[in-house]
């Protein structure tokens, strides 16, 4: 009869125990169990089954149903008071493990409330348009024969006018392009603008407020121009200008519209609106072949809206069909259409050639996942010494429950004290993070662009139920573990140091806090050593002590004369960028045969530019003329190009030719392969021109003791030639090392929170010498009185934390090496090795600091004398 | 609590209760109510009558011993009050009050 399938289901049973009086229960059970097997007998047992089910259901009753036990919820609320006061007394009794507790609560804390905000301002983004969650952005996956496919923000216009025209669920879309900027006149003041080309269908898909205007019209006709009203300021001093003209060069524009600026929560962000028709008009009067092809995908965005009770998938149906069409006309190249919500643009994926900036899933995962395990360290912390400590409270939970607490009821009361202390933290934590705010926001200058951290009442919610979260769950294990305690062991038991088996969780939980801290430390210094290394790599060219100055368009020549006055300035060179940023201009290059062609990147320099960088030129010679804006004729190129069309040794390519885009160009130099790209690069075909119209900048080599005082004098003399722009200079080395800056901002926030988490691991461990000193009192005393020297008492204490921490060394050593060897560090061309310097010295410091810790508690506790411990029983 | 009144079904578990003496739980009264009068009888039924009885105070109950065929469950015994005693005795004196009330010629069945 006791056979497994002769018993009644299970889980039926268990709905009874727990829906019926415990009065009843056991009665009613077995009056079940009775029929059932008399049921077995005479019905078979699938049968005696579901009656039994039907029994159980049928037995749910008024009668039998357990009492919603108003009055004991009733105590829990009056006792909740109880709770307090014993939570405060027992925070106030142990000033100590309070402070650890709370400090680093907060500090943590405070790192968690900055991503709160980040993550309430990120998702803010974009929803202020109507209907935010019907827009979308056409995206191009772009690909090359069966090169890498490739995805981007933008489109061709081409792409964008078949979605107005052929989509039939597209209620509006629109055509913008990028890079509308320029300085526009009135009344012969000159005023440098930014912003974008945007179509008449604009204002149905956005919903950027407009003050004064038609929004329907605005941008309809060709030489159109909304303004932002901050730009209608600053030029009118008033803000209804609509019907006004703006001169941008010799081409005027009328003022149809005026907007408020965009919000900060857009990724679309503008001074000026020039009305697409402009170009479109232009372009298709020439009848430009290039125009309204559908690779000219590099400068142009969609952006349509759904309309209602459309899914996005005919739309993607659609789109499909469209690209497969234009796609059977392209030979090497295929483009296929996508949609992107708009509300997906600054969290989703990085898309290159964005119009806006974007977050990035991935760096919002990053953080997160930071942020997460400092609040993790601190929570353990927590854990760690409530539970440590909860030798102390035993006794009164046992009299508690002798009392007639019931389990559920220790249970809150230890919660709430955890929450107590999580409230006070988030107290600390929020002036924690008014610190540290503007030290994130100024961290890098597309930070403070993007984000401002501003609170919203809804924010000051996120962090209440965030405090109190934090206090759940740290305060979750030790609750249980004290709330399962018997009355009659803890009361009996003198010395109740058996009475807890979670010694073992304590040290996985000080192994992880600790492996998780050496994996910053030693993240924050690979990290360092990559961008120290990085910004002094040999880069095949040196630009130290060289000035770049922009030129902001104004002629080259002219601003040239303007510094050579200066006596301080040795040598002014022109160049078209700054190389090794990773700005970089591509053409198309044909050597011979005509089929085979490679992207070969450029600049275009003077004859100054390459003895001043001191680039190597290993074969012919440096130009002889400054850059003009026709006749170019000459080229410089490095040695991978003629590695890749063959062309023999240097000196043989000196006066082969070469088909730069439609130029016809005579190499006429080589120079030694340089990193014109970041590092992280490989290097390809690289060329200078000396083509005039490229020409941004100039480098000045400046010989001067008073640098400050130079930089002056130049600034000086640009403002008393340019009014209109500001004066733009940097060091060229300054330049690089921004081009790097991803390293460094990883190296700040990894050292930050490496920081952090050391801070807070070490006040844990600090608070576990306390406490193991304190208990073992006594055990150093005998062993004092019976001869131990104090240095072997403190070997005898250390050791077991030393060992603690060894181990997290040999678990977070491997894991960050793979980390950063197989993950962070992959796929870049020229990168540190990562020895044991890197690893060593973090871990090196953290066993110092962690030594220091537990000694000086120990070594407190072993200097004591024994006659005052032991004389006290 | 409702009235004091005996419902017939109660009546009938009352009835049981004192006929079975010293076994009447549950299961027993279930079973020994279809043998006696030839109904299905729904054990929750019974539950709930034994559970109104008791309110009304007719009826006391305890636990006996724990038995094997009730996967060694204890089974509740009850037993008939005096309360419940004067109400069983009570509803047959009205019941015998109106029997003889009633002329002899009018129960001849025709």
Redesign the interface.
């Known amino acids: 009869m006791k056979n497994k399938k002769t018993i009644p289901p299970k889980w039926a049973d268990r709905f009874l125990e727990w829906y019926c009086k415990p009065s ?1 229960f ?10 059932f ?1 008399r049921h077995i007998e005479d019905k078979g047992i699938r049968k005696a089954k579901l009656i039994f089910v039907l ?1 159980v259901f ?2 749910f ?1 008024p ?2 149903v357990k009492k919603l036990n108003f009055l004991n919820k009733l105590t829990q609320f009056i006792m909740f008071k109880n709770y307090f006061k014993t939570s405060f007394r027992s925070i106030a009794r142990n000033k100590l493990f309070s402070f650890i507790n709370v400090f680093g609560l907060a500090v943590s804390m405070s790192v968690c409330l900055l991503m709160i905000t980040l993550l309430t301002e990120v998702k803010s983004y974009e929803k202020f348009h109507a209907d935010a969650s019907d827009i979308y952005r056409a995206t191009n996956l772009y690909q090359y024969l069966e090169e890498e496919p490739n995805l981007f923000a933008s489109t061709s216009i081409i792409a964008g006018k078949r979605i107005k025209e052929e989509i039939a669920g597209v209620e509006a879309a629109t055509i913008m392009r990028r890079n509308f900027a320029g300085d526009f006149e009135n009344d012969n003041q000159k005023f440098a603008l930014r912003g974008i080309w945007a179509d008449e269908s604009f204002f149905d898909v956005f919903s950027f407020e407009v003050i004064y205007g038609d929004k329907d019209q605005a941008l309809t006709n060709p030489k159109s121009l909304v303004i932002t009203d901050e730009t209608a300021l600053k030029i009118f001093n008033q803000l209804n200008v609509v019907g006004e003209t703006l001169l941008k060069g010799d081409e005027p524009y009328q003022v149809t519209a005026v907007v408020k600026t965009p919000p900060f929560n857009s990724h679309i962000k503008f001074e000026v609106i020039g009305s697409f028709s402009t170009l479109d008009q232009a372009q298709m009067q020439r009848n430009a072949t290039g125009w309204l092809s559908w690779q000219n995908m590099w400068m142009n965005y969609t952006y349509f809206k759904v309309a209602d009770g459309q899914s996005i998938k005919n739309i993607q149906a659609a789109l499909d069909k469209i690209s497969i069409d234009q796609n059977s006309r392209e030979k090497y190249t295929s483009i296929q259409l996508g949609a992107q919500p708009i509300l997906k643009i600054m969290t989703g994926p990085q898309i290159s050639n964005s119009l806006g900036m974007n977050m990035g899933s991935e760096t919002l995962w990053i953080l997160g996942i930071l942020s997460f395990v400092v609040i993790l360290s601190a929570g353990f912390n927590y854990t760690n010494l409530s539970i440590a400590r909860s030798l102390r409270r035993a006794k009164e939970v046992g009299i508690r429950k002798v009392v007639g607490a019931k389990r559920g009821q220790i249970f809150s009361q230890f919660t709430v004290e955890a929450c107590i202390i999580s409230i006070f933290s988030l107290i600390l934590a929020y002036g924690g993070f008014l610190l540290i705010k503007p030290l994130f926001l100024s961290l890098n200058p597309e930070m403070s662009r993007m984000l401002q951290l501003k609170l919203e009442p809804i924010t000051i919610i996120y962090f209440v139920l965030f405090a109190i979260l934090v206090g759940f769950a740290a305060g979750l294990l030790p609750s249980l573990v004290l709330s399962k305690l018997k009355a009659i062991q803890v009361l009996k038991t003198t010395s109740n140091t058996k009475l807890f088996s979670s010694v073992s969780l304590r040290k996985a939980l000080i192994v992880i806090q600790f492996t998780l801290t050496l994996g910053f430390i030693i993240s924050a210094n690979v990290a360092y050593n990559q961008f120290k290394y990085s910004v002094n790599f040999d880069k095949g060219f040196n630009g130290e002590n060289i000035i770049t100055i922009g030129l902001a368009g104004n002629d080259p020549e002219q601003v040239k004369t303007l510094f050579e006055r200066i006596p301080e300035v040795e040598q002014i060179s022109m160049a078209a960028m700054v190389l090794g940023t990773g700005e970089r201009w591509g053409d198309d290059l044909k050597y011979k045969d005509p089929l085979d062609s490679t992207t070969i990147y450029y600049s275009s320099v003077d004859q100054n530019y390459i003895p001043m960088l001191k680039h190597n030129l290993i074969a012919g010679s440096n130009f002889l003329r400054t850059p003009t804006s026709d006749n170019e004729s000459e080229i410089i190129v490095n040695e991978t190009l003629l590695k890749r069309f063959n062309i023999g040794t240097p000196q043989e390519a000196i006066g082969e030719q070469v088909l730069v885009g439609s130029n016809k160009l005579t190499i006429i130099g080589v120079v030694e392969d340089f990193h014109y790209a970041p590092i992280n690069e490989p290097i390809e075909s690289f060329g200078f021109r000396q083509n005039l119209e490229d020409i941004q900048l100039l480098n000045l080599k400046v010989n001067s003791t008073n640098l400050v005082g130079t930089m002056d004098k130049l600034r000086a003399a640009w403002e008393g030639f340019d009014e209109v722009h500001p004066f733009e200079s940097r060091f060229h080395s300054e330049h690089i090392a921004r081009a790097y800056d991803t390293y460094e901002l990883m190296f700040t926030i990894v050292t930050f929170l490496a920081f952090v988490s050391i801070s807070i691991a070490c006040l844990g461990l600090l608070g576990m010498g306390v406490y193991t000193a304190e208990t073992r009192m006594k055990e150093i005393s005998i062993r004092k009185v019976l001869g131990a020297s104090e240095s072997s008492l403190i070997q005898l204490l250390v050791k077991g934390f030393m060992y603690l921490l060894l181990i997290a060394a040999v678990i977070a050593i491997p894991a960050t090496y793979y980390l950063f060897d197989s993950i962070i560090l992959a796929d870049q061309a020229n990168r540190i090795s990562i020895g044991l310097n890197e690893m060593g010295l973090g871990v090196l410091f953290i066993f110092c600091i962690g030594f220091l810790t537990i000694s000086s508690q120990v070594w407190k506790a072993a200097k004591a004398n024994p006659s005052s411990t032991l004389r006290s029983e | 609590m409702k009235g004091t009144n005996l419902g017939e079904f109660e009546e009938i578990v009352l009835l049981t209760i004192a006929a079975l003496m010293e076994e009447a ?3 027993a009264i279930c079973d020994e109510i279809e043998k006696v009068t030839g109904r299905k009888v ?3 039924v019974v ?2 009558v034994l ?1 109104r009885l008791s309110d009304k105070g007719y009826v006391q109950s305890e ?1 006996g011993a724990p ?1 094997k ?3 060694g ?4 015994f009850f037993y008939v009050t005096h309360a419940g005693k004067v109400a069983l005795t009570k509803s047959k004196e009205q019941r015998d009050q109106l029997w003889s009330l009633i002329p002899s010629f009018n129960l001849k069945f025709t």
């Open positions: 009843l056991e009665d009613l059970q077995g009056d079940l169990y009775e029929h097997y029994n049928k037995f009753k009668y039998t | 739980y549950s299961v729904k054990l929750s539950h709930a559970n636990l038995t065929e009730r996967g469950r204890r089974k509740r």
